[in-house]
């Protein structure tokens, strides 16, 4: 089946520098990769994603990029603010594991002032 | 409002004892999960569902069950409660989104259960 990996665990940065988290996945028929954003007690939510016949996407600060080939996708935030600190999870879903979505491990950002 | 919804939010409740947690979903949406999470933590896929009279086992299904009587009801029941259950339980729902062609999962606000 399916198993998707997840990078760094935890990671720290200043406020202003950029967070990259990166997945990695086995099934090359994965076709649907979202981010989802889970801030302390409160419920995961999308944040962003990318389909197999797009190689970049970005919605202001934050952007995914997808490497098929590598089979890995990575989530890029720019100027990172205090208010992002939550833990992240990557997802991937293909048709070949019907409607399951497979979550990462997940990494926990802090964004220090 | 369509939404998502859990109760009860939190339950304390001792070993043996028979338990369901509710989620509805007032979305229309036919496909729903079961999750379980330690704060913070990963997310463990325990039932999901296709649609009504559909239910499949995820990783962690062993010592609960499901049902999927109607659309936007989609319950989970633990049979005996034990103290390893002690944790949160998030249920969501998924649509097709046809512009992305994504499946976003919208989440429930969770129900946190303790196990004495």
């Known amino acids: 089946g399916e198993n998707v990996e997840q990078h760094p665990s935890t990671l720290s940065v200043q406020e202003g520098d950029s967070a990259v988290i990166k997945c990695t996945y086995s099934d090359s028929a994965s076709n649907y990769f979202p981010w989802y954003k889970q801030e302390l007690g409160k419920r995961p939510q999308l944040i962003i994603d990318i389909r197999s016949n797009v190689g970049e996407k970005k919605d202001q600060r934050i952007a995914v990029t997808l490497n098929k080939t590598a089979k890995h996708f990575s989530l890029h935030i720019t100027e990172t603010q205090p208010e992002d600190s939550a833990v992240y999870f990557c997802a991937v879903k293909s ?13 926990r950002l802090f964004v220090k002032a | 409002e369509a939404d998502i919804y859990q109760t009860p939010r939190y339950l304390v409740i001792g070993t043996g004892k028979k338990i369901t947690l509710e989620c509805s979903q007032t979305m229309g ?3 729903m ?3 379980q999470q330690d704060p913070g933590m990963e997310l463990h896929l325990i039932h999901y569902s296709y649609g009504v009279n559909s239910t499949e086992k995820g990783d962690l299904s062993s010592e609960s069950t499901v049902s999927r009587i109607r659309t936007e009801h989609f319950p989970l029941t633990l049979e005996s409660a034990r103290p390893s259950h002690t944790s949160q339980y998030l249920c969501a729902s998924s649509e097709y989104r046809g512009g992305t062609g994504g499946f976003e999962q919208y989440f429930g606000p969770g129900t946190r259960l303790t196990v004495t």
Do not use: Q
């Not at chain 1, 070949?96 to 997940?106: L, M, N, S, V, Y």
């Open chain 2, 29 to 31: 949406h036919d496909k």
């Open chain 2, 33 to 35: 999960y079961w999750y």
């Open chain 1, 95 to 107: 048709l070949a594991g019907g409607f399951k979505t497979i979550f990462g491990a997940g990494t």
